[in-house]
């Protein structure tokens, strides 16, 4: 028995904290002491920390292995006589290394807190019951040895299959047979060329959360936010199994019996590039008071995974369902809310669960690809092209263009990162294009030239003061386009896209489109990066 238990503390998960006493309810925990952070014994500690030098090495190592072995080939060492030394001196390092693991082991073998964590563990394993899982939700361990709360499996879902979710797909280009074969063979190098781009750097540079010290270097962050969400505002933690074999790392917080109207409306989040729950846009709509579901990309914190459209939608896919069947949510109490590249996964949302009350966009754009070749060089314009159209294809305004709710975006007057040119260019901001081709698509008889000219001018305006003259210079009467768009909506009761506008004089058409720009679009005078304050948060406007 002491050796078996000896083994699990061998290879059991890392523990960082403990949120609560596992024989306390909830009410005790948060009325009562806070959580603490786990205190490992001297010799956990120490041998914990040589281990944790070691994997810090070699993930530098890992990302640096190009470098490296370029390094090594031109100084003569990847050679048979070379390597066989160094062989035996990596062999004789993972000897060390797991002697350390085995004194850590010890360690944890003799530490009672890590005993009574383990055997929880244990009993949760074999019966994963609400009680054993209220004792686990006490303690903040290595997320991978946490057991599945909610799989794809279990919702009747036509929209998922072992293959994934359907996405939107670039048209092809149709040309003659013959000439299709001879195009493949002379653009095969091209298509490798961006797979290696894609599954190597490209990824990367897309999804910097992903990357392994990035995450290591955010770990007390992120520890220190998730011990806020859990101990504070009584937050769940969630594992869920997405469609492709991901496992997602989500959060609920729960304010249906303490908000009101708004503490029974879910806000989906979904975060930035290098954005997590912990820590990120999930922390406005709480304030505001609503019940909230973060989520992880995949391969960033506690997710699986590599955060490529696919898995992103098969993510979202698994957190809608988890949210509709386990959760007791039905669509139309649902707001999916997201921030920066978040908005792929959250169009995505929208487009396939048209049911949802509402989407809110923040600081996001319209296509990847203009912002792709913003940041390469320019002799690369068709491999980026050709990578970000068959690896990379985040086409937002495709997929907003598909739902037929109330959307509200948000732009950031000051925005680094998704402006082609500059932040002081608040007309190259990306935000500007989903604007413009949602209404479009929604109003296209509005929004003919004298309309996307006026709504141009209005988003040339860099302060509230410079858009309420353009607003007044256009005479806009907001009575007037309200009671246009009830009679329209009332008369005919269709779907977009609205014929309305049709036979309007030009002044009737700017000030329209004026109108719907300001009701779609609020402004925030900010960077890209900066938290949205709960007051910003609002549901879109609807007719």
Known sequence: MAVWLWLRCLFGPHLQRIHRSPESDRLEARTGRRGWTYQPRSLEKHTDSILGWASAIWSLSYYSSPLLLC?????????????????????????????????????????PEYLQFISILDEATRNYSPANKKKLSSYDFDFSHWPVDFSWKEASNPKATKAGVSLLKPEPRHRGSTDSILTSFRTLPCH????LIAHSFGRRMLYPGSVGLLQKAMRPMLQQ???????????????????DGNKIDTMFVDRRKEQGSRGKTLVICCEG????YEVGCMNTPLEGGYSVLGWNHPGFAGSTGVPFPQNEAN???????????QLGFKLSDIIVYAWSIGGFTASWAAMSYPEIRALVLDASFDDLLPLALKVMPDSWRPLVTHTVRQYMNLNNAE??????????????????????????????????????????FRYPKVMT??????????LAAGSPLEEATVYSRNEVDDDWCVSVLQ???????????????????????RQLALFLARKYMRNFESTHCTPLPCSEFQPPWKL
């Open 71 to 111: 390094y090594l080939y031109r100084k003569g060492y990847l050679c048979t006589t070379k390597l066989v030394p160094v062989g035996q001196y990596l062999g004789t390092i993972l000897v060390c290394l797991f002697g350390v693991a085995c004194l850590r082991g010890l360690g944890r073998w003799r530490n």
């Open 192 to 195: 490798i060329v961006s797979y």
């Open 225 to 243: 936010g998730q011990a806020r969400l859990i101990e504070e505002f009584d937050g769940q933690r969630n594992k869920l199994l997405a469609c």
């Open 273 to 276: 590039n290098a954005g997590f």
């Open 315 to 325: 993510a979202m896919d698994v957190v809608i369902q988890f949210a509709i069947h």
């Open 399 to 440: 997929q907003i263009c598909r739902y037929q709710g109330p959307v509200l975006l948000i732009r950031r007057t000051k925005d680094e990162i998704i402006t082609t040119t500059g932040p002081e260019d608040i007309m190259s901001n990306r935000g500007n294009d989903l604007l413009l081709r949602l209404l479009q």
């Open 449 to 458: 030239e004298e309309g996307v000219k006026a709504v141009r001018q209005w």
């Open 487 to 509: 009679s329209y909506q009332t008369d005919r009761e269709t779907p977009f896209p609205w014929s309305v506008g049709d036979e309007m004089a030009p002044e009737g058409r």
